[in-house]
């Protein structure tokens, strides 16, 4: 399937993966922060590189599944992870802008982890039930 989708797609994979490592490990960062009540949340770059890194992110994720459209088709573990980006970035918003406090921020937090890593599977299995065909 490889063989058929553009030449863009294997240099835009990379970059979506990366901005999805710069993402988690940022995200976390910003979490523990949040806990300990840190003065280096309000920083300027704080507050912007995260849109910059999430909305590189998600135009990457859809110039990938245009890849596939070219291709010749658009797998549904595609459409599954775009869903699921869209929770991640929704629940890192709940975590560390909307969450009343420790309890809910850890929920939240809980719920961006467990997308993120259900985002992983799908994309290292390329099955959106991933986690079903792992019983």
């Not at 939240?108 to 997308?115: C, G, R």
Request: with cysteine; proline share 3%; aromatic share 16%.
């Amino acid at each position: 399937m490889l063989e058929s989708l553009p030449s863009f797609y294997m240099p835009l994979k990379h970059i979506h993966m990366t901005c999805a490592l710069i993402s988690i490990i940022f995200f976390s960062v910003r979490v523990i922060w949040a806990f300990k009540g840190s003065e280096l949340l309000q920083k300027k770059w704080v507050k912007i590189s995260p849109h910059v890194v999430d909305t590189l992110l998600l135009l990457s994720a859809i110039g990938l599944a245009f890849a596939w459209v070219q291709g010749g088709t658009l797998p549904a573990w595609i459409s599954a992870k775009l869903i699921g980006l869209v929770a991640y970035i929704f629940f890192g918003l709940m975590t560390l802008k909307k969450a009343k406090n420790a309890q809910q921020r850890f929920a939240y937090f809980a719920l961006a982890l467990l997308t993120f890593i259900y985002i992983v599977g799908a994309a290292f299995s390329k099955n959106a039930l991933f986690y079903a065909a792992m019983s």
